[in-house]
């Protein structure tokens, strides 16, 4: 089967560690992008990569990072920089070179105490 | 700045009748605009999608209607069901690099 995958899907860290989410697709696609989504919001857009090994910062980059050394892998570090790091965290990837459909993977709730 | 906003944060509709969700954008060159459904706790699915070029697209079930005069996007459903009941999100594509701008989302609830 195609798609995005995010796992895990639910996880709890405390306040201070820093904390990675994986991003899997075997779409082929160039494109990869990560957004975040608090209770009753949109999607902000957090890194976004249109090619291997290079990364743009979305609107909401400080502190988290990014590393895109695969194209099919695009891992979020949520460092402890970030003052509010609970929320539900989107990962996405599209075809890029003109194609603007981006397809979602399931999410990852990420709770910090 | 500009940013894609819906008009109204949520929709009750009863099963059977249409239900029509709004968009505004506020960039006059944006070039491509989508429509999302996102069930409780999941990510968003694909819906249907439109170019600037176009003022209608139809899919099953679904019409999207663009009105770039008043910058206006709508999402029409026909005969809504149950399973349709989520939130919707309409985006914006405002460059060539492909990032979308997300508009804040309605939340469609189905009366049986």
């Known amino acids: 089967d195609g798609g995005i995958t995010q796992s895990p899907k639910y996880l709890f860290r405390k306040e201070g560690q820093n904390v990675t989410l994986s991003c899997e697709q075997n779409l082929n696609h160039d494109a990869m992008y990560w957004y975040r989504q608090d209770p009753g919001q949109g999607l902000r857009l957090i890194y976004y990569s249109q090619i291997v090994n290079d990364f743009q910062k979305g609107d909401i980059a400080e502190g988290y990072s990014v590393s895109r050394e695969k194209k099919e892998s695009f891992p979020l570090t949520v460092t402890s920089a970030q003052k509010n790091p609970t929320a539900f965290y989107l990962c996405?990837?599209?075809?890029?070179?003109?194609?603007?459909?981006?397809?979602f993977g399931p999410g990852t709730r990420l709770t910090v105490t | 700045g500009e940013s894609v906003g819906l008009h109204l944060p949520t929709l009750s509709v009863q099963e059977g009748d249409n239900s029509i969700i709004n968009c505004a954008y506020s960039?006059?060159?944006?070039?491509?605009f989508i429509w999302y459904k996102q069930e409780s706790g999941k990510g968003p699915q694909f819906i249907i999608d439109i170019r600037s070029n176009m003022d209608k697209r139809q899919g099953q079930r679904v019409t999207v209607l663009l009105n770039k005069t008043v910058k206006h996007l709508s999402l029409q459903i026909a005969a809504t069901q149950p399973g349709d009941s989520a939130v919707y999100f309409c985006a914006e594509n405002m460059d060539q690099g492909g990032k979308l701008i997300f508009g804040q989302g309605t939340e469609l609830s189905v009366k049986p």
């Open positions: 960039n006059s060159a944006s070039d491509y």
């Open positions: 996405a990837s599209s075809m890029g070179r003109g194609s603007y459909e981006q397809y």
